[in-house]
């Protein structure tokens, strides 16, 4: 069993850009595959970002594309989001998830193992 828990969310002006992390415990996080979901008040629980568990594949929301970066760093059992250019719609609570398959996942019924989330408010 594997517990996540993400930091480095916050208030930001639009153009800036921040990095999430998430930190694992119970398990080494290279055994899954691992993504990034976001959800605004009101809305569904929107795909960000997956990276498969050998890090061979990784999959982007359209919203995001090109502006995001997932990435891993297995000797700290940490999982990043990059979010460069930031614009008052990534506003959300971003979680990180886990799964322990090779895939790159991009629903959230997917995943089995979540974070509590992290609070980034984009400002125009």
């Known amino acids: 069993q594997v517990q996540l828990l993400e930091s480095g969310g916050g208030l930001v002006q639009a153009g800036v850009s921040l990095r999430l992390s998430c930190t694992a415990s119970?398990?080494?996080?290279?055994?899954?595959?691992i993504g990034w979901f976001r959800q605004a008040p009101g809305k569904e629980r929107e795909f960000v970002a997956t990276?498969?568990?050998?890090?061979?594949?990784?999959d982007y929301g359209d919203s995001v594309k090109g502006r995001f970066t997932i990435s891993r760093d297995n000797a700290k059992n940490t999982i990043y989001l990059q979010m460069n250019n930031l614009k008052p719609e990534d506003t959300a609570v971003y979680y990180c998830?886990?799964?322990?398959?090779?895939?790159?996942?991009?629903?959230?019924?997917?995943?089995?193992?979540w974070g509590q989330g992290t609070q980034v408010t984009v400002s125009s």
């Open positions: 119970g398990d080494t996080v290279s055994t899954y595959a």
């Open positions: 990276m498969s568990r050998g890090g061979r594949r990784t």
């Open positions: 998830a886990a799964t322990k398959t090779s895939s790159a996942l991009t629903i959230t019924r997917q995943y089995n193992y």
